[in-house]
């Protein structure tokens, strides 16, 4: 029998080492792995039509933890454990009012005060009432109106919202009136605002409306309806 020459043997064990070198390197061609929604350095190793990582570089992409007890490895990640993950911030319950709406209610509120407390003033004390000068209130009131619409996120936000948009339409109308009683001469009594019924149901509205920015709830007493 034909004996291999110790170097005919060597080239052939060269032959069949390099094919499975070369399989190897093939089998750890570079891959991205993704880890909640954000690219990692981590290796990802193709073998037998199965992907395998280094768990300990995993915990670290995902900001997990792995920990090992006897023949039990255990990878956890976080809001996987046995504590319940808190509840997202926009989970408003919706009897409250969001902070956002409770914010642009609360500067939509100040403003129309505002604009009757100079109405109250001009009627008080005899001066001019024309629709140039009041207009500027009633443009800052509409965009605070609309800011608050933007806001709504809650139930109470959206029922709140109504309330407000009243508010606003009655000022508009209180403000009109004497704008249009002066435009026709008509005398208006320094106590004018004190009679009218529209004026104290926006007074009215405005103290339901700052009681259930202070208690954070939605309450219709029916002040503003």
């Excluded at 061609?29 to 395998?52: D, E, F, K, W």
């Excluded at 009218?196 to 309806?225: E, T």
Aim: net charge neutral; hydrophobic share 40%.
């Amino acid at each position: 029998m034909h004996r291999k020459s110790p170097g005919t043997a060597l080239f052939l064990g060269v032959l069949v080492i390099v094919p499975g070198l070369a399989l190897c390197r093939a089998a750890q061609a570079p891959q991205t792995l993704i880890v909640n929604g954000q690219p990692t350095q981590i290796t990802v190793v193709q073998m037998n039509g199965h992907s395998y990582v280094d768990l300990e570089a995993l915990a670290r992409a995902a900001n997990g933890s792995l920990s090992f007890n006897g023949n039990q490895i255990t990878l956890t990640f976080p809001g996987t454990g046995s504590t319940p993950a808190p509840a997202p911030a926009s989970s408003v319950g919706n009897s409250e009012f969001s902070k956002s709406f409770l914010r642009a209610g609360i500067e939509q509120m100040t403003i129309i005060r505002e604009w009757r407390t100079a109405l109250a003033n001009a009627i008080q004390n005899g001066f001019p009432i024309t629709e140039d000068w009041l207009s500027a209130y009633r443009s800052q009131a509409t965009t605070a109106l609309h800011l608050s619409f933007v806001a709504i996120s809650t139930d109470s936000d959206r029922n709140a919202y109504r309330l407000l948009n009243t508010e606003f339409e009655n000022m508009k109308l209180l403000s009109s009136n004497y704008v249009t009683m002066r435009q026709s001469m008509q005398f208006i009594a320094p106590d004018s605002l004190a009679n009218d019924p529209l004026n104290r149901k926006i007074l009215d509205c405005a103290h339901s409306l700052a009681a259930m920015a202070a208690n954070g709830q939605f309450v219709d007493d029916g002040s503003c309806q």
